[in-house]
């Protein structure tokens, strides 16, 4: 069956959908998912805004007949395939698509962990006595153990840390509650599916563990196709890094506590060594260095304090083997000791080959880690080479105008099939450009003062209806300071509330200016008129000073290239594009994103930029965004049905 005629204008979408509107591009890239899912390979597919990509690989990946994980960039895309995709199709299409969601570990209760923590000490404290009852009818009442389901607990509360399942927590099929266990039962499910829906740190942590001794969450699959593919690298860097933070080791001693104590078994000896524990965990990190700016710090092996390290590490040892010994055998302590031995080992891996080591924060905050300089390899040893389909998409994956960057970046070696599909909006007709040429370079002082004044006649022309993308924390806040108190609208900034209770109050009112920085950058979808126009402070360039950006700026130019054009622009043009993204959503949005950093014209690294942005109208001055405003304001500005 051709996925193409499905989508097509004589096909069962077009016959049953209301308002349904074919797209050839969608059709395209349904054909080259169909490709690829028959015959092998990997592909590369930018398909830009309002393609329909979701049921472009939905249609192909649930008629190829093999098991196919489909992993998104967030849990609300797992959420719309599941609950608005899949079922669309199912009735449309008359096909019985077999889909199974899988969330991240932390998302689902752990019985083990609950049923400690209920026999535990720390069962009488106040706050825990109080929500144990409430937890528990939940426990026996849900069937996914999902607990954004207990709506009555806030997703922040921090009784979910001493309940949920873990990567680092599972047991496995040693545990006493294996065949009760959420876990146990979503991966049962997904066995049994033939499609399986996850997200990016769900599959990396999978990936990662699958070389380990502990417990997988996925079933094995033939192909995967990857969502927001941009994403990949720094997913990947995460997780085939290493981290040891302060929390983690006072969880590990509260839950190894916890779980000395359900077995009636604590005594002194254990108190004295979880207490020793603590305390050299806060000797070590106390002698670590700090990043004024909250930033990652770089962490050689002189900056490393050797006396706190070893003392912290016998610590560990110590709880390991004292878990370990304690007779009968205890599967829970087992895992304390296995969790112990996996903390030693981040610790012995901050001067690892490969990887570059780095401290962050301070406080309850503080951490230590090593990441990888570069996650092509281990991209193509554990995913190229196991995998025989791969299908990276996303709306941004080329710079200046073709995918060598990404390839480089997920190392992608071998002859891969490549596919652009062009957006069907009309951004010459939907969209401004405007870069002023009149303000100082975003490194000078006065930069600010003139950015903020160059902002409030902006959302004086669009009447509100504003993001503010910046760069820094410490960006958003002079400006959100120096233009919000001058505003007539109402007007937010980011930290102030929950991104989703944020984002609802902006919509709900319309004519609101949001102050925001990375995470607003991308995953954010404001159709319709109350987003008219994004204005970004700077070129969103890595932070050269970051040990992991400057570790893969050195080693691209030992290689004898420059690290500037082959790394830290194409990452910005990929941001750039992001966020340019924010602005048209629907065939029917209008407005103008503004770019205030006039490098995008005045350098020749500019036309990366420039080439790798969709072909919005270009607008010179402020008199011209006016005009093109007062062009648009009469086209209606509202959301149409997307796919």
């Keep these: ?105 932390g998302n689902y209760l752990c019985r083990r962990r609950f049923e400690e923590l209920a026999r535990s000490a720390d069962a009488a404290q106040e706050r825990v006595a109080r929500l144990l009852p409430t937890l528990r009818h939940w426990v026996e009442t ?40 959420f876990v146990t039962r979503v991966r049962r499910r997904a066995e049994e599916s033939q499609l399986v829906v996850v997200n990016h740190h769900l599959f990396f942590a999978d ?22 593919a941009h994403q990949i690298e720094d997913t990947a860097t995460l997780f085939f890094g290493s981290r040891l933070s302060v929390t983690m080791v006072e ?81 829970s302590l087992m895992q304390i000791a296995r969790r112990a031995d996996q903390l030693r080992d981040t610790l012995g891996s901050l001067q690892s080959s490969g990887q570059v080591s780095w401290s962050q924060g301070s406080g309850k905050s503080q951490s230590v880690g090593s990441s ?23 709306a941004t994956l080329t710079t200046g105008g073709d995918f060598a960057f990404v390839k480089r970046r997920l190392g992608i070696g071998t002859e891969v099939s490549e596919e652009v599909v062009e957006s069907p909006f009309r951004y010459e007709d939907q969209a401004a450009l405007y870069v002023p040429d009149h ?18 006649e902006l959302i004086r022309l669009s009447e509100g209806g504003a993001f503010v ?69 700077k070129l969103p360039f890595e932070v050269p000073s970051d040990p992991v950006v400057a570790a893969r700026c050195r080693r691209i130019d030992e290689d004898g290239e420059s690290s500037f054009m082959r790394y830290l622009v194409p990452a910005a043009a990929l941001s750039l594009k992001q966020g340019f993204g924010r602005l048209i959503r629907t065939t029917r949005d209008r407005g103008v994103v503004a770019i205030l950093d006039s490098r995008i014209r005045r350098k020749g690294y500019g036309r990366v930029f420039m080439r790798s942005l969709p072909p919005a109208r270009a607008c010179h001055s402020l008199e011209e965004v006016r005009e093109f405003l007062i062009s648009t304001a009469a086209t209606p500005n509202m959301a149409s049905r997307s796919a």
């Design 1 to 105: 069956m051709d996925a193409g005629h499905l989508l097509g204008p004589k096909g069962p979408l077009a016959r049953g959908v209301p308002g349904y509107e074919h797209r050839p591009g969608q059709i395209r890239m349904a054909r080259t998912v169909q490709e690829a899912l028959a015959h092998d390979g990997v592909v590369l597919l930018e398909a830009g805004t309002g393609t329909g990509k979701t049921w472009a690989y939905l249609i192909p990946a649930a008629l190829s007949g093999r098991r196919v994980l489909i992993s998104t960039g967030t849990r609300a895309l797992q959420d719309q395939i599941m609950e608005k995709d899949v079922p669309a199709l199912r009735r449309h299409l008359g096909l019985d698509i077999d889909a199974a969601c899988v969330k991240g570990l």
């Design 142 to 181: 849900t069937a996914s153990g999902d607990r954004a389901e207990l709506a009555t607990i806030a997703e922040e509360d921090p009784i979910w840390s001493r309940v949920v399942s873990g990567s680092d927590t599972r047991i496995g099929a040693r545990c006493d509650y294996y065949d009760q266990c």
């Design 207 to 228: 990936l990662a563990l699958r070389d380990t001794g502990f417990a997988s969450v996925l079933p094995d699959y033939d192909a995967v196709i990857f969502d927001e």
């Design 251 to 331: 969880r590990l001693a509260r839950d190894a506590r916890v779980a000395t104590s359900a077995e009636a078994t604590l005594g002194g000896h254990d108190a004295r060594l979880l207490d020793a524990l603590l305390h050299q965990a806060s000797s070590f990190f106390g002698a670590l260095p700090t990043n004024p700016n909250g930033g990652r710090s770089p962490l050689p092996p002189e900056s490393i304090p050797e006396k706190e390290l070893f003392a912290l590490d016998n610590a560990l040892a110590e709880l390991a083997a004292s878990s370990r010994n304690r007779r009968p055998p205890c599967e």
């Design 372 to 394: 990888p300089i570069d996650v092509g390899p281990l991209l193509r040893e554990r995913l190229h080479e196991r995998v025989p389909c791969i299908v990276f998409t996303s």
């Design 439 to 456: 303000l100082p370079d975003p490194r000078a002082s006065d930069f600010p003062d003139a950015a903020a004044r160059e902002i409030l």
């Design 469 to 537: 993308l910046c760069t820094s924390r410490r960006m958003m806040r002079m400006l959100a300071k120096r233009v919000g108190n001058e505003l007539d609208h109402e007007w937010f900034v980011q930290g102030d509330a929950p991104k989703q209770i944020l984002l609802d109050r902006f919509r709900d009112q319309g004519n609101a200016v949001l102050f925001a920085t990375a995470s607003f950058w991308e995953g954010v979808d404001v159709p319709g008129r109350a987003l008219r126009l994004v204005i970004i402070d």
